[in-house]
């Protein structure tokens, strides 16, 4: 029922930034919870993070913890992972994915609505 749809990707050099963007079709999108995974060739897609409904709760997996910061604005219907200091390691597809509720929030097969994705690769 909700249709999404990524934006922002593209190639940087090792330190580099890029903001990624996942706009919804639907207002209904303002109450599901926002998530971003990545998936490189050959790796099973992992969680990158995820925001609340309301954005008053935000996880960052480990690998992007302080480099990279998950944002929403509702009234747009569209969700941010802006990503800096970015290193080779974090070149992937990039997914943004929606869902109702919060548990079991870090798993891809919970989430109901998915983009189609887009790349980011780091250079260098």
């Known amino acids: 029922q909700v249709q999404l749809v990524e934006s922002g990707g593209g190639s940087v050099q090792t330190g580099g930034s890029l903001r990624l963007s996942c706009a919804a079709d639907?207002?209904?999108?303002?109450?599901?919870?926002g998530g971003w995974f990545r998936q490189a060739p050959g790796k099973e897609r992992e969680f990158v993070a995820a925001?609340?409904?309301?954005?008053?709760?935000?996880d960052y997996a480990d690998s992007v913890k302080g480099r990279s910061t998950i944002s929403r604005d509702n009234g747009r219907n569209t969700v941010y992972l802006q990503m800096n200091s970015l290193k080779p390691e974090d070149t992937a597809v990039y997914y943004c994915?929606?869902?109702?509720?919060?548990?079991?929030?870090?798993?891809?097969?919970?989430?109901?609505?998915w983009g189609q994705g887009t790349q980011v690769t780091v250079s260098s």
């Open positions: 925001i609340s409904w309301n954005g008053g709760i935000r």
């Open positions: 639907r207002r209904t999108f303002s109450s599901y919870t």
């Open positions: 994915a929606a869902r109702a509720g919060w548990s079991n929030f870090k798993f891809a097969y919970e989430y109901s609505y």
